[in-house]
């Protein structure tokens, strides 16, 4: 792994990407940003249960269903990443994040069981970070929001994670790390 991964040029990714991005532009090194994130997880893991249920408002997601949507979202992003960092040119397809939060069944487990899965694929996600080197961050391949790098990739990654938890914030007031 590089030492240092640069920041993604904004013709390295969909510009429906740019403001998960623009939330660790000026993170120094994105790596370290990602094992931060890990004090926020563990945090949610421990969420009273009468909170990680809770919705802001009606037809809005629970705390858990936000926490599974973060890992699910993740998983896929990584394996945009792993697509893409090894060179393929498959176009990957969006997903249904409605759909995948309605059949993930996030409200019938426990703030700290989701909390271990998305640790789980983190660690996965950061293992893979790890692996890959200059070349494979500068792979370009095509998602269905148009072309991105792996670097553009893994700054999605930690974005969303940080969009989410502003949200948990802001809307639903949740105090994390």
């Known amino acids: 792994m590089p030492t240092q991964i640069a920041h993604p040029k904004t013709d390295e990714y969909p ?7 623009g939330l660790v ?26 909170r990680a249920s809770f919705r802001y408002a009606d037809g809005k997601w629970s705390v858990k269903e936000v926490i599974g949507h973060m890992t699910d979202a993740e998983r896929i992003f990584s394996y945009r990443l792993l697509r893409i960092a090894r060179g393929d040119q498959t176009l990957l397809p969006s ?3 409605n759909s995948f939060a309605a059949s993930s069944h996030a409200e019938r487990r426990d703030a700290a069981d989701l909390a271990t899965e998305m640790a789980i694929v ?11 080197e200059d070349q494979a961050l500068g792979q370009r391949g ?3 929001a148009g072309p991105i790098t792996a670097r ?3 700054f999605v990654i930690a974005g969303h994670f940080a969009h989410h938890v502003k949200v948990l914030k802001e ?4 105090a994390l790390a």
């Open 15 to 21: 510009e429906f990407f740019k403001g998960y991005i």
């Open 25 to 50: 532009e000026n993170e120094p090194d994105i790596v370290a940003t990602l094992e931060q994130q890990k004090a926020v997880i563990a945090a949610l893991g421990r969420m009273p249960a009468e």
């Open 95 to 97: 997903f249904d994040e």
């Open 122 to 132: 983190r660690e996965s996600s950061l293992a893979l970070v790890r692996s890959l």
């Open 142 to 144: 095509t998602i269905s």
């Open 152 to 154: 553009a990739q893994l």
């Open 171 to 174: 809307r639903y007031g949740v």
